[in-house]
């Protein structure tokens, strides 16, 4: 039993209820056999960080089978080259099992080079290559060499960890592109009136789905930062090869990213500090974080304080209308990472909704300590959970709306209750004060939506199970 639920044995220590005490949550670990985790493979934590880089090639090297997660469900926009939309595979096949792949991988890499002239190719590992271990660093080597450009080799065995270790392996391929070229200020892409600022960041962790680094990007240049890179959403590799030159690295998604901010700082010394984009506390807080890291010019936390009164004051009373209807209401959250999740908790209180489970597939023992601490007693927490666990805490809950990715979705709904997507799929963008009030607007059509009344008396949890 975990916290007193019923779970697989084995995932024990994986759930506990806030106020219960002290009790450390056991995270971290590999996938318990047979428990469906919710959780995607290394291969796939690499390609979440690193397919939003729009001007480079993404050539899986593997069976045709996982180069199914494309573009198109996921949600990275970019406002010029498309060619992260495009999925390539080497498609191995028998005999390349038996033989290698490597000479497929050479000639795939080749043929890919020579029709897209891309500005640099990821070439991502899966399980097969793996078990039969192909020299892949090699061969991105020659290619690189022949052709011009980084070739850069992602070790993402899709067996060889948890997500998290896929993230690792993006960073380490992220980390050999940075401080191989210096940027040009001439090309720079944003606001032209902050391209000779000398405050300048990397935003990292943001992956510009449904335009939302564009919004970021928008408030800080408005403070009068320059934003070197952004990686990856909507991110060139240029701008990341010449991200050494920032003075700041503002790191989001904790769990993909922190790692990269760590690198950067131990090989050129650029400090790092953590923020969330999501909920008007926290978006405020991101803004006035960046403003105290440059202490030498006031001017900007003056006017991050501009910025937030003017967003504010169009937001609030959108917020307002819905909270009238939503107060009272429960809310699940099982997302990608629990620094996001904490976002999401306080975003939700500020609409009159109560967290009653909330649980993520890669956190780790500070986040979830935190967010023992920031949600109300009794709510559930649980790490790297499975359909049936998750299945069962809404019921007993007694949840309105589900808020978490496309492995959730039809969870909520089989379930009748209400469901907001707040994963990479989505197509409306959720971070920054406006996308505090599209969240806002997402959780009342769900949860306030007529068909559930249909529903009634057929499994329908808006009311708590004994
Ligand atoms: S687990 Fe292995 S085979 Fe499955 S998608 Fe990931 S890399 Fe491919």
Known sequence: MGGGFAVLEGREGQVSEAGEGPSELVCGKPSLAGSVSQRACVFCGSRVVLYPVADAVHLVHGPVGCAAYTWDIRGAVS????????????????????????????????????????????????????????????????????????????????????????????????????????????????ESGVAGSPYSINILGEFNLAGEAWIIRRYYERMGIRVQSVMTGDGRVDEIRGAHRARLNVVQCSGSMTYLAKDMKERYGIPFIQVSYFGIDDMAEALYAVATAFPEEPALAERAAVIVAEELAQALPALKAFRKDLEGMRAAIYVGGAFKARSLVKALRLIGVETVLVGSQTGNADDYRNLSALCDPGTIIVDDSNPAELSRFLQLKGANVFIGGVKERPIAYKLGIGFCDHNHERKIPLAGFEGMVNFAREVHASATSPVWKLLAGHGRSGEAVS
Do not use: M, N, W
């Not at 795939?108 to 590992?125: C, D, G, K, N």
């Not at 060499?145 to 270790?165: A, M, Q, W």
């Open 79 to 190: 406002t010029g080259p498309q060619l992260h939309r495009l999925s390539f595979s080497t498609d191995l096949r028998e005999t390349d099992v038996v033989f290698g792949g490597e000479k497929r991988l050479y000639a795939s890499l080749s043929a890919l080079i020579l029709e897209h002239a891309p500005r640099a190719a990821f070439v991502y590992s899966t399980c097969i290559v793996g078990l039969i271990g192909d020299d892949v660093a090699a061969v991105c080597r020659q290619v690189s060499r022949e052709r011009g450009i980084p070739v850069l080799p992602v070790h993402s065995e899709g067996f060889k960890g948890t997500k998290k270790d896929g993230y690792r392996a993006a960073c380490d391929a992220l980390s050999a592109l940075i401080g191989t070229a210096e940027s040009d200020p001439a090309s720079y892409r944003g």
